[in-house]
């Protein structure tokens, strides 16, 4: 049957159709294709989420430690300080990350 995945009917080629993959495979192809991250990437993908889950655990900590019903003065003072204390240290490990080469 000319046109048919896999049987091109003797010298003709396949039909475009026939060429294609399924509107599926397609996207999967592409998706896992465009995955493929270089070691530079996924350290830089690695040390961010790291960064952002210690904020995030040294927000929920203060989040306990000063509650008195609600958010205490010092308490607030230690997430103004932890807030800052993550731009400066991201951006310190961002200009590390960009010397390295």
């Known amino acids: 049957m000319p046109?048919?995945?896999?049987?091109n009917g003797g010298s003709r080629s396949p039909s475009p159709a026939a060429r294609a993959p399924p509107a599926f495979e397609a996207?999967?192809?592409?998706?896992?294709?465009?995955?493929?991250?270089?070691?530079?990437a996924a350290?830089?993908?690695?040390?961010?989420?790291?960064?952002v889950g210690t904020l995030a655990a040294i927000i929920v900590w203060?989040?306990?430690?000063?509650?008195?019903?609600?958010?205490?003065?010092?308490g607030g003072l230690a997430l103004v300080g932890a807030i800052a204390f993550f731009i400066v240290f991201m951006?310190?490990?961002?200009?590390?990350?960009?010397?390295?080469?």
């Open 27 to 40: 996207f999967f192809s592409r998706t896992i294709a465009s995955m493929g991250m270089d070691r530079d």
């Open 3 to 7: 046109g048919f995945r896999g049987d």
């Open 62 to 74: 203060i989040g306990t430690a000063y509650v008195d019903g609600a958010l205490t003065e010092e």
């Open 91 to 101: 951006s310190a490990i961002g200009i590390g990350l960009s010397r390295r080469y």
């Open 43 to 51: 350290v830089e993908a690695a040390v961010a989420l790291v960064g």
